[in-house]
DNA sequence: GGAGCGATGTCCT
DNA sequence: GGACATCGCTCCG
C-alpha cells in the first residue's frame, strides 16, 4: 500500500486555471472503512470568482459558498439536482474566491468497493465508476455533510491528494460542461487521450 | 451510440 | 418560483 508526499496548501495557492491543470495526474485518495479508495484525476474544471459568471461565487460569499472564499486546499461539496454531490476544492489566497471542480478521475485500487457504493453489481465496466463528479462522489463516499470544508491538504481529514510522480504527456482544454453562462471559455482540462474522462 | 427527458433537494431572487 | 458545475433510463436508428 503505496504513500506518497501529499499536495501542500501551497499547491493550492495560485489561480484555479493554474491550479487545475496541476491537479491531472494526482492521485485522490479517500479513506474508507480502514481502506484507501484512490484515484488518478483526469479531468478538472476551473471556476473563478468574482468575475466568473458560471462560478457559485459570482454574486458574491453566501453560507453555501464560503468555503470557496476561505483559504487554499478545503473542500467545497455541495448538492446538485436534487441527487448529486459535486467535489471542488478551493484555490487562492484567503478572501479571493477560486476552486477546481474535480470531474472524472480513473479508478486505481478498491474498484469493488466503489462499485458496491456506485450500487453497480461489478465492476465490468469501470468508466461507470469515476467518470463524472457525481459518480467520483458516490463511488468515494463524498458527501457534503461529512466532507464539505475539510482540509484536503491533511492526510487526517480521511480525504487528500498525493503526488505518485504520474506527469500526463499532453493536457487538452475544452470549454466547461453543463453551464449556460460564459459557456465558451476553455477551462475544462483533461489528460489527452484517457478513457476515464468524461463524455 | 446518441438525443430526449424525468427525477429530485437546495439555493437565491 | 426558477435555475441548477448530473445521471440513467427510454426510444430510435
Known sequence: MAKFPVLPREFYLDPPDIVAQRLLGKVLVRRYEGKRLTGRIVEVEAYFGLEDPAAHTFAGK???????FGPPGFAYVYFIYG????????????????????????????????????????????RLLTSGPGRL??????????HNGIDVTSR??????????FAPLAIVASPRIGIRKAAERPLRFAIAGNRFVSK
Open 62 to 68: 453566501t453560507e453555501r459558498n464560503q468555503v470557496l
Open 83 to 126: 441527487m448529486h454531490f459535486c467535489l471542488n476544492i478551493s484555490c487562492e489566497p484567503e478572501g479571493q474566491a477560486g476552486g477546481v471542480l474535480l470531474r472524472a478521475l480513473e479508478p486505481l485500487v478498491e474498484l469493488r468497493t466503489m462499485a458496491r457504493l456506485r450500487g453497480l453489481a461489478s465492476t465490468a465496466n469501470p
Open 137 to 146: 462522489c458516490q463511488a468515494l463516499d463524498i458527501e457534503r455533510e461529512t
Open 156 to 165: 487526517r481529514s480521511g480525504l487528500h491528494v498525493e503526488d505518485d510522480g
